[in-house]
T-cell receptor, first 115, second 115 residues
Framework: EAQVTQNPRYLITVTGKKLTVTCSQN?????MSWYRQDPGLGLRQIYY???????DKGDVPEGYKVSRKEKRNFPLILESPSPNQTSLYFC??????????????FGNGTRLTVT | AQSVAQPEDQVNVAEGNPLTVKCTYS??????LFWYVQYPNRGLQFLLK??????LVKGSYGFEAEFNKSQTSFHLKKPSALVSDSALYFC?????????????FGSGTRLLVRP
């Protein structure tokens, strides 16, 4: 089944404790992206990747890191989480992302709470 | 500024009645427009898109959307609502910003279909 898999689904952590949210897609998609969803704000892009070893900042990249060493994986790293990073995070992928012709495929989300 | 707006936080309809979820946009150039649906505890799912051609676009689950260039709108419609249509709906528009394309999401509209 074609899918985007995120782990974990739920995560509670404390301020400053490094964490990684994994994302993997099995559709051989070139483009991958991370979003955060906050009430009343819709989805805001954190980072995106056009292909392996190519990543770029989205609208709200501060406090986050990403890497794209393999085509299928795109982990999101929070080196020193803070309470304002408490949010619902989504990973997404599409066949080709540069022109957004193709629809995005989303994972089921990771709800992160930072205390 | 390039943007997309969903003016209603929530839309309430009775099962069997027609539904409309509104979306307006402001972008330069020809818009690429999308609708996504989010069911509880799930990621966003693609419903339909408009890139060019017929102004009435048909999508998944019996939904359709009408592109209106003069009113810069892309309202989502369904002739007969089902209780199972209750979900959060997001409109998105492709915009050229900062020397690349971006996908801008609206803030979302919660659809509640009562039996």
């Amino acid at each position: 089944e074609a899918q985007v898999t995120q782990n974990p689904r739920y995560l509670i952590t404390v301020t400053g404790k490094k964490l990684t949210v994994t994302c993997s897609q099995n559709m051989n998609h070139e483009y991958m992206s991370w979003y955060r969803q906050d009430p009343g704000l819709g989805l805001r892009q954190i980072y995106y990747s056009m292909n392996v070893e190519v990543t770029d900042k989205g609208d709200v990249p501060e406090g986050y890191k990403v890497s794209r060493k393999e085509k299928r994986n795109f982990p999101l790293i929070l080196e020193s989480p803070s309470p304002n990073q408490t949010s619902l995070y989504f990973c997404a992928s599409s066949e080709k992302g540069s022109s957004y012709n193709s629809p995005l495929h989303f994972g089921n989300g990771t709800r992160l709470t930072v205390t | 500024a390039q943007s997309v707006a969903q003016p209603e936080d929530q839309v309430n309809v009775a099962e069997g009645n027609p539904l409309t979820v509104k979306c307006t946009y402001s972008v330069s150039g020809n818009p690429y427009l999308f609708w996504y649906v989010q069911y509880p505890n799930r990621g966003l799912q693609f419903l339909l898109k408009y890139i060019t051609g017929d102004n009435l676009v048909k999508g998944s689950y019996g939904f359709e959307a009408e592109f209106n260039k003069s009113q810069t709108s892309f309202h989502l419609k369904k002739p007969s609502a089902l209780v199972s249509d209750s979900a959060l709906y997001f409109c998105a528009v492709r915009a050229w910003m900062d020397s690349s394309y971006k996908l801008i999401f609206g803030s979302g509209t919660r659809l509640l279909v009562r039996p």
